[in-house]
């Protein structure tokens, strides 16, 4: 992560940018390339601190014409932000990289920099253009005026691009500016490195602000917090895009009568939806399935299985059992059972568990789910027919819109199975990063300690 934290008590300081995406969303992209481009933006969004009186990200898409998806002021919480490029639409059109410059140009350094569009007067401005084509108009002075008014242009060239407009527009050295990948499942491969210039760049800026050993310090910290997070994990809203995300998720289905043989069989379908959604492994995600009706019944715990296929095959294949429907009796199972160390549950990694049931339980439930809560587990729940909403909503982790979802039969999986997927997987980044977040102040004092920027006889002066 981009950020920085006070040394003393008349220093404090931390990471401020004011950062621009320009996004080709020409026809050539393509709709099922436009998700690369998704993922790549929130990477890049993740090295960074993000609020209002931090770092603030906006989108600009173009193609025939250019438009604002959000401006700099529309964001001030990772979360939001995240979802916002996660659903960022596909515009299609040409390829006018030069028109979209000027837009740049005369709507956010002119509006922007008077706050209209959230951008800080002396603040580090960094715009990254994203294309995958050669510019079907002039690039060249626009780009230059945006340079000369202080913004840092990063290029990433996909497929058709042109090297020496990439050049043309970007910032130099163009060793540090310039990226270009064959394809868009390539763009994993340069978005570390990207990341990590695009933070680099920051720190220049910032550090033009600042002097002398303070200075030192603060970019020692820079480097070194980017480094924690972009190598801990990498986000991406749709985790099947071989991002290295870590989690134990528990799934625990309602497997009582009421359901029936048949839409058991749906229920199998929809799991595997889930499943499919997480890139499996010791050192990935793990998966335990847990069944109940009158009891508890674990399929397989977090530690049985370590790969996709395997995880898939026992989905597929274990039984119906039948019951009645112990809601609250299953949760003091996974609590006391499942997320233990012996079937395989981590320290320092994301807990989740996604409810799946039918009907109203046949027990207290809403001190085992509290108690299951309180134990840093956070719980979705997925109601179907009969089930009882209210009581959903005091299972499940708030708030209700992205944790509680509701369907009014077996069929109707489909409907909400991504947006489901989409919201674990955010909840899943953001309790990386609070994980991340408690570790890093004491591995970022010990470090700058071994590099002597911080004598060892003021550590205990810093604030915790």
């Known amino acids: ?14 990471t401020i940018a004011d950062i621009v995406f320009l996004v080709d969303g020409s026809w050539s992209v393509g ?4 998700k690369h481009i998704r993922s790549f933006i929130a990477l890049v969004t993740s090295a960074f601190d993000i609020g209002e009186e931090k ?15 959000f401006n700099l002021n529309q964001y001030f919480k990772k979360g939001e932000l995240l979802k916002a490029i996660n659903n960022l639409p596909y515009k299609g059109g040409n390829t006018m990289t030069g028109s979209s410059f000027f837009f740049f140009n005369t709507y956010y350094c002119s509006f922007t920099l008077f706050f209209a569009a959230g951008a800080r007067k002396g603040f580090p401005k960094v715009a990254i253009i994203i294309t995958d084509g050669k510019s079907q108009d002039p690039v060249e002075d626009n780009a230059k005026r945006l340079r000369n008014i202080g913004v840092e242009i990063f290029t990433l060239g996909i497929k058709a691009a042109d090297i020496e407009e990439l050049q043309m527009m970007s910032s130099s050295p163009y060793d540090k500016h310039v990226f270009s990948v064959s394809n868009f499942d ?41 480094a924690l997070i972009v190598h801990s994990f990498e986000l991406c809203l749709q985790c099947t895009l071989g991002v290295d995300v870590q989690a134990d998720v528990v799934l625990l289905v309602d497997g009582s009568y009421s359901i029936g043989l048949t839409n058991f069989a749906k229920v199998r379908a929809f799991l595997e939806v889930l499943v499919k959604s997480f890139e499996i492994g010791p050192n990935k995600v793990q998966i335990s399935l847990v069944q109940y009706s009158r009891d508890p019944y674990t399929e397989f715990a977090l530690n049985t299985h370590q790969s996709i296929d395997a995880v898939l095959k026992a989905v597929r294949s274990f039984p119906y059992r039948g019951g009645s429907t112990n809601t609250g009796k299953a949760m003091t199972y996974v609590r006391e059972k499942i997320f233990v160390a012996s079937r395989g549950a981590r320290i320092n990694v994301p807990r989740v568990m996604i409810l799946i049931t039918d009907g109203k339980s046949s027990d207290a439930f809403k001190d085992p789910a509290t108690r299951l809560r309180n134990t840093d587990v956070e719980i979705f729940a997925v109601g179907v027919k009969d089930a009882v909403r209210s009581e959903l909503e005091a299972i499940a982790n708030p708030p209700a819109d992205t944790h509680v979802y509701t369907v009014e039969d077996f069929d109707a999986f489909q409907r909400i199975s991504t947006e489901l997927t989409q919201s674990i997987c955010l909840r899943i980044e953001q309790e990386l990063y609070a994980i991340i977040s408690r570790c890093k102040y004491f591995i970022c004092v010990s470090t700058l300690i071994q590099l002597n920027l911080i004598p060892l006889k003021h550590y205990f002066q810093l604030p915790l």
């Open 1 to 14: 992560m981009c950020s920085k934290r006070r040394f003393s008590v008349n220093f404090v300081t931390f």
């Open 55 to 69: 770092t603030r990200v906006g989108i600009v898409q173009y193609s025939t014409d250019t438009r604002t998806e």
């Open 186 to 226: 390539l763009i994993k491969t340069v978005q570390r490195q990207i990341a990590s210039q695009v933070c680099s760049g920051v720190e220049e800026q910032l550090n033009e602000l600042v002097s002398g050993e303070e200075g030192k310090v603060l970019s020692a910290f820079l480097c070194f917090e980017l």
């Open 31 to 34: 709709r099922d390339n436009f």
